[in-house]
């Protein structure tokens, strides 16, 4: 019998409401601090729309940057609705405009003396402001959207997608700025989707940890005790002396690893331990999938 897909619930809570306003509110803020303060003083490139945008409001001054960022944006609303969901079209249109409304009010001033210096603000401050829009229910638009759907899809991360896609658009508008702008926005760029992955992430991230120690028992029943996560016991067999193996393996938080970490070295200071990032844990107790 076919069963109809359930519609995704739009609003969840009033509260969950509330942080994804403030969220995407603060990121806005930030975004247009980085942009009106230092990439348009500094003449530096951005990706992007925003980039794109940037190009068309140097030619056609007398139109609004954020009025065109918004225009720029609407064929990829469609494709948020489709591919994502329609909580995350909602929030990101109401992003898209708060972009547009900061872009239009806020106007700092930041001037360094070192280009250097206003290209590694401006990432942290684009790439927390991004970050924190991405941690709501839903983005800014532009190629946050395009990050999103590849993340949900084929599992490729927020920062690296953007990036990837900023390069790109840099590389297509470079021919109207100068070579030494090109590169400052490079470091932009790269710094600002290093910032993404680590707020979006944050510290929901999850490592894969192996255990071999001749006390694995022991080992096993503090993890579950003490740590409270699952523990696979895995046959296995060295492959120098022959001699079985019992390779304990588990899922762990990364505020855990330092508890697990002095845990196995009480038990058993000569075990073998082995402790690698994961990309993603699907499991109602651990996981960490996207919340879009």
Same mark, same amino acid.
């Given at each position: 019998?076919?069963?109809?897909?359930?519609?995704?619930?739009?609003?969840?809570?009033?509260?969950?409401?509330?942080?994804?306003?403030?969220?995407?509110?603060?990121?806005?803020?930030?975004?247009?601090?980085?942009?009106?303060?230092?990439?348009?003083?500094?003449?530096?490139?951005?990706?992007?729309?925003?980039?794109?945008s940037l190009v068309i409001h140097k030619f056609i001054p007398?139109?609004?940057?954020?009025?065109?960022?918004?225009?720029?944006?609407?064929?990829?609303?469609?494709?948020?609705?489709?591919?994502?969901?329609?909580?995350?079209?909602?929030?990101?249109?109401?992003?898209?405009?708060?972009?547009?409304?900061?872009?239009?009010?806020?106007?700092?001033?930041?001037?360094?003396?070192?280009?250097?210096?206003?290209?590694?603000?401006?990432?942290?401050?684009?790439?927390?402001?991004?970050?924190?829009?991405?941690?709501?229910?839903?983005?800014?638009?532009? %190629?946050?959207?395009?990050?999103?759907?590849?993340?949900?899809?084929?599992?490729?991360?927020?920062?690296?997608?953007?990036?990837?896609?900023?390069?790109?658009?840099?590389?297509?508008?470079?021919?109207?700025?100068?070579?030494?702008?090109?590169?400052?926005?490079?470091?932009?760029?790269?710094?600002?989707?290093?910032?993404?992955?680590?707020?979006?992430?944050?510290?929901?991230?999850?490592?894969?940890?192996?255990?071999?120690?001749?006390?694995?028992?022991?080992?096993?029943?503090?993890?579950?005790?003490?740590?409270?996560?699952?523990?696979?016991?895995?046959?296995?067999?060295?492959?120098?002396?022959?001699?079985?193996?019992?390779i304990l393996y588990a899922v762990i938080a990364f505020t855990?690893?330092?508890?697990?970490?002095?845990?196995?070295?009480?038990?058993?200071?000569?075990?073998?331990?082995?402790?690698?990032? %994961?990309?993603?844990?699907?499991?109602?107790?651990?996981?960490?999938?996207?919340?879009?």
């Amino acid at each position: 019998m076919h069963v109809k897909n359930k519609p995704q619930t739009l609003f969840i809570s009033p509260q969950q409401v509330l942080r994804d306003v403030l969220l995407i509110s603060i990121g806005s803020v930030l975004c247009a601090v980085a942009i009106n303060g230092i990439l348009a003083r500094q003449n530096f490139v951005a990706g992007g729309i925003t980039g794109i945008s940037l190009v068309i409001h140097k030619f056609i001054p007398t139109v609004p940057l954020g009025w065109i960022y918004l225009i720029l944006n609407v064929p990829l609303f469609s494709l948020a609705w489709m591919a994502v969901g329609r909580r995350f079209f909602f929030y990101s249109m109401f992003g898209a405009f708060t972009l547009t409304l900061s872009l239009a009010v806020v106007h700092v001033s930041i001037n360094l003396e070192d280009k250097m210096l206003n290209a590694l603000l401006a990432g942290l401050i684009l790439g927390a402001g991004a970050g924190l829009c991405l941690r709501s229910s839903g983005s800014q638009g532009g %190629t946050d959207i395009l990050s999103v759907m590849l993340l949900k899809r084929f599992s490729v991360s927020i920062g690296n997608t953007i990036l990837a896609v900023n390069a790109l658009v840099l590389l297509l508008v470079s021919i109207y700025y100068s070579i030494e702008a090109v590169l400052y926005t490079l470091i932009v760029l790269f710094v600002g989707s290093k910032v993404v992955n680590l707020v979006v992430t944050g510290l929901s991230q999850r490592k894969a940890v192996f255990i071999i120690s001749s006390k694995w028992e022991q080992i096993s029943e503090e993890i579950l005790k003490d740590i409270r996560r699952g523990v696979t016991i895995i046959q296995g067999k060295g492959g120098y002396a022959r001699n079985d193996e019992h390779i304990l393996y588990a899922v762990i938080a990364f505020t855990e690893i330092g508890p697990l970490k002095r845990l196995v070295e009480d038990i058993d200071p000569a075990a073998f331990v082995v402790i690698s990032d %994961t990309l993603e844990v699907v499991n109602y107790r651990i996981g960490n999938q996207p919340h879009w």
